[in-house]
């Protein structure tokens, strides 16, 4: 199994360290716990959303973040990976916690095959790295739900990676269905914030041409790429309470919140509660993996029976966040899993 400083030392090659800048690979969180028990025949790496789109329409879209330089670099760390995989293909198994695409930002008014084919194009190296050379898992987002509608992508809902006996099991899944705005918010409260997120919807273009359910759907949550990065790790003293418990896994869909906790915690009790509601169906989730908020970050926290619980927010790679007081970066985030060892690395230092 590769380790932790075989998949830091492939990054850092891949981005050499500049004399007098930032490290080109800086850890943004860490929770090292034995207790977990995780499964540990593979590392695991978590690629958290891309948000890609047609090259037509990131220029037209003023304000988007996902530059010619981050598609380089997403393209650099990927294949740092890949090179790792080739050496050994039983030893990564890699994740896209959904959002590869950025459907509801798409302008082009195809059907929704269409779409995604068009979005793909522009972005082959990045496709084919994903898809051929890593055989990665693909997750179907909120901005991208279609894929897991589409026969050709098959994008998962969620994956249960069972642990060794006794041990823990880890969830994989985008996290808009940990998110209470998502779940209750009023199509209408969303359309509204459609018109008004300048460059999220453009003003050349009218309100009454953009899809009705895209427009409504658009995830608020985006901006958050903004705040800072650290602390890294969190710790979750109340876990809650646990809702009704059901026969099979549809709850995952149907899961809200109204709690709005502290923003190093955030979506720690939904996950707790699903962590609660799967034991009762046999499932002893420890580690729940995520992407969605566009905020890295790890909270460390505990079942209601007792036994550790950690969520991994694996951040994004498209969008902005900085550490600190320090300049906008690019928010190159990946989450990596090896053991009991879980991080986030931050990749690059690329200005926006």
Same mark, same amino acid.
């Given at each position: ?14 981005? *050499?360290?500049?004399? #007098? %800048? ?13 207790? @977990? ?56 198994? +890699? ?28 972005? *082959? ?14 997750? %179907? ?14 994008? %998962?809902? $969620? ?39 300048? =460059?999220?919807?453009? *003003?050349?273009?009218? $309100?009454?041409? +953009?899809?009705?359910?895209?427009? %409504? ?14 602390? #890294? ?9 646990? #809702?009704?418990?059901?026969?099979? @896994?549809? $709850? ?15 979506? $720690? ?31 460390? =926290?505990?079942?209601?029976? =007792? ?11 498209? =969008? ?33």
């Amino acid at each position: 199994m590769l380790t932790h400083g075989q998949i830091l030392g492939a990054l850092q090659e891949a981005f *050499p360290q500049q004399e #007098g %800048a930032q490290p080109s690979i800086r850890l943004v969180g860490r929770c090292l716990e034995p207790a @977990l028990a995780l499964q540990t025949r593979t590392a695991s790496v978590f690629v958290p959303d891309l948000h890609l789109l047609s090259h037509a329409d990131e220029a037209f879209y003023a304000r988007y973040h996902f530059t010619a330089g981050q598609d380089e670099d997403l393209q650099k760390a990927l294949s740092a990976l890949a090179r790792l995989r080739d050496a050994d293909p039983w030893s990564l198994t +890699v994740y896209q916690l959904g959002d590869l695409f950025d459907f509801w930002r798409s302008r082009g008014g195809r059907d929704a095959k269409s779409e995604v084919d068009e979005i793909a194009a522009s972005h *082959p190296e990045i496709v084919d790295l994903l898809r051929d050379r890593l055989e990665a898992h693909v997750l %179907a987002g909120n901005h991208d739900y279609v894929c897991h509608l589409l026969s050709e992508w098959r994008a %998962a809902r $969620f994956f249960l990676v069972r642990g060794p006996s006794g041990g823990g099991d880890t969830l994989v899944l985008h996290g808009d269905e940990l998110d209470w705005a998502e779940k209750l918010a009023p199509d209408a409260f969303q359309a509204w914030a459609v018109q008004q997120a300048r =460059g999220v919807v453009a *003003p050349t273009q009218s $309100f009454d041409a +953009v899809d009705r359910d895209a427009a %409504a759907a658009v995830n608020r949550s985006v901006a958050a790429g903004d705040a800072p990065i650290g602390p #890294g790790l969190a710790v979750y003293e109340d876990p809650g309470v646990v #809702g009704d418990v059901r026969d099979d @896994l549809s $709850f995952l869909f149907d899961l809200a919140s109204v709690s709005i906790e502290d923003g190093k915690t955030r979506f $720690f009790r939904q996950a707790e509660r699903l962590a609660t509601e799967l034991e009762k169906l046999g499932h002893d989730v420890r580690c729940v993996v995520m992407g969605h908020t566009h905020g890295a970050r790890i909270v460390r =926290g505990r079942r209601q029976d =007792g036994r550790e619980l950690v969520l991994v927010d694996c951040g994004a790679w498209f =969008g902005s966040s900085r550490f600190g007081a320090q300049p906008k970066i690019a928010s190159a985030q990946l989450g990596v899993i090896v053991g009991n060892d879980l991080r986030i690395y931050q990749v690059g230092a690329r200005e926006v």
